[in-house]
């Protein structure tokens, strides 16, 4: 069973930077796509961005240029560089794991990392 742990989460202030990290765990690993999700009070969650284990990325359009995803697929890692940070970043982060099954595949979701981004 694939688990993910966040880390790198706190409080910054506005234009400030922030690096999030998921490590993954589990046995006989393997996962394909990784991403960050965020989720503020009172919304849904949204993508932020997803990488794919060979290295393809997608943002949302709010994060580009402010936001790099990145991942250490010998550490089963990915990483957020949060850039120029504004207050309506501020969210719980969440990432996630696309890990094959027999049956196709499944998405696994670590507990998430706060983010607070304020004066």
């Known amino acids: 069973q694939v688990q993910l742990v966040e880390s790198g989460g706190g409080l910054v202030q506005p234009g400030g930077s922030l690096r999030l990290s998921c490590a993954a765990s589990g046995s006989n690993l393997r996962i394909n796509a990784m991403g960050w999700y965020r989720q503020a009070p009172g919304k849904q969650r949204e993508l932020v961005a997803v990488?794919?284990?060979?290295?393809?990325?997608n943002y949302a359009d709010s994060m580009k240029g402010r936001f790099t995803i990145s991942r250490d697929n010998a550490k089963n890692a990915v990483y957020l560089q949060m850039n120029s940070l504004k207050p309506e970043d501020t969210a719980v982060y969440y990432c996630?794991?696309?890990?094959?099954?027999?049956?196709?595949?499944?998405?696994?979701w670590g507990q998430g990392t706060q983010v607070t981004v304020s004066s």
């Open positions: 990488i794919t284990s060979g290295g393809n990325t």
């Open positions: 996630n794991a696309q890990v094959p099954t027999p049956w196709g595949f499944t998405v696994v």
